[in-house]
């Protein structure tokens, strides 16, 4: 995006950033679409605590064993990935209202064949369509958010979808310290249910119905979300019908956002923040520490109160920064929990050779008890870290670099290359440990 970009230049919303809107719809119809990412947080989150349960689980139920169990973490990227694909046509088809509604069905399709699964096959089956689902929403909510967000809180507003993704992991943590697998995914039923009688609702944004050249409904939709009423200009018509092509790349203002928000997309999931979500309360079992559902919950609740941070100060702060604050932390962190590790080889009642999953029923000793705070210590320092710069900005950046008439394809490619880069770190994770 340059500044020879006329639509791009223009605001979203009219105002000055320093206005204030008169009315508060607008933060509603952010929540509504912000209950997509709190139903793929959850789905993300559900396998930490559905594996330990399904291993622990009797005939008739379906039972993991440690190909399955990885499997099972990893294959619900493998659906986002084409979600990502499939969101990023319906973006600019469908618009953005009816892509998160459509985006409800294989949430709720999936956590009922999870509910009603007798094998393994139908688990995976469902994991895959709550994966699409999550490839979908994890693309159309942060646009549209960011199409309807009045300018002085688009950064608040922007940095909730995380917010609400590792609120969804939390809650799944949380009901996992007392459902069992089957419970937890009709739980999992609840969110996508609640947004689509929500979303029904709300307006389409603005910005797409001026680029379908409904100038009413624009200023309608406008009206009901910030009380405002003003003229909106529609984009040129020669912009509107340029859609995408492979020799638009040659543009620094199309090649250079594609750079970006490629690289923060990878970057993002090759810190393997996707493999600790999934695995966390295996991880901790792994550690010796003796209440492992207990750390999970405190992993997810500090990873909430550090996106909400990062939520507060992101237009104060700036991106740039976080994002390298964000770096540093991980990096220290994760070079403390890779120490632990190696110490832990050592220590009395530790394998010199780690599988975490592997079930773990033996009862830490006193010279690993240390140890195992060392790992939870590490483990939250990452989660905080992560949190605070590179989990929000890369989806908030997304949603704002892109040219309107590439960003149904480019946001479409992100998502892609996020949700395939997390399927290589989850499904290789255990291998790699066992190296």
Sequence with gaps: MTPDDPE???????????S????????LAAFAAALGPLSF????????????SLRRAA???????????????????????????????LLDRAGRKLSLLLCTLPFVAGFAVITAAKDVWTLLGGRLFTGLACGIASLVAPVYI?????PSVRGLLGSCVQLMVVTGILLAYLAGWVLEWRWLAVLGCVPPTFMLLLMCYM?????????????EEAMAALH????????????PMETEHQGFHLTQLRQPGIYKPFIIGISLMAFQQLSGINAVMFYAETIFEEAKFKDSSLASVVVGLIQVVFTAVAALIMDRAGRRLLLAFSGVIMVLSTSAFGTYFKLAQGAPGNSSNVSLLASVSMEPSDASMGLAWLAVGSMCLFIAGFAVGWGPIPWLLMSEIFPQHVKGVATGVCVLTNWLMAFLVTKEFSSLMMV
Excluded: N
């Design 20 to 27: 204030y809107p008169r009315s508060r719809r607008g933060f």
């Design 41 to 52: 947080g959850y789905a993300l989150g559900y396998s930490s605590p559905a594996i330990p």
């Design 203 to 215: 307006p389409e944004t603005p910005r797409f119905l001026l680029t379908q050249h409904k100038h």
């Design 146 to 150: 960011s199409e309807i967000a009045y």
């Design 8 to 18: 791009e230049t223009q605001p979203l919303l009219g105002p000055p950033r320093d």
């Design 59 to 89: 005939p008739p139920a379906p039972h993991l064993d440690d190909t399955a169990a990885s499997w099972f973490g990893a294959v619900v990227t493998l659906g986002a990935a084409a979600g990502g694909v499939l969101g990023g046509w």
């Design 224 to 235: 009901f979300l910030w009380g405002i009423e003003q003229d909106l200009e529609e984009p």
